[in-house]
């Protein structure tokens, strides 16, 4: 296969995978012309991948990750270490934008919204020093 059709196949951009070539994820062969020839194994790699990135493993994390499935002697164990590793960070992620949101909503809730300059949100940005603007303005 060529690059248009194992992208097409695996549903990746050409671009990506190009990429995934450089830095080694996959290694197609080369037709006597030069040109890329992918195999089956490499479009299961290249769907294993992108399966991987849409559920937001790191380049890293997926070179781990396919290392282990081309491994037949690995230790589900290790999957499970890095799967939960990632989960972690995951729900970090999450209580970091719930933050963000509860903070945010505040702030929203707090604005009159009318006319008048006054803004919460403006101030909470700049550290609780007004509105920066009108201090500017004043010096």
Known sequence: MNISDVARRAGLPAKTIRYYEEIGLVRPGRSANGYRAFSETDLHKLNFLGRARALGFGIEDCRKLLALWEDTERASADVRRLATEHLARI??????????????????????????PDCPILRDLSGGTGDRARATVRE
């Not at 209580?95 to 707090?110: F, K, P, V, Y």
């Open 91 to 116: 729900d970090d992620k999450i209580a970091q934008l719930e933050s963000m949101r509860e903070t945010l909503g505040a702030l929203i809730r707090d604005c009159a919204g009318d006319a008048r």
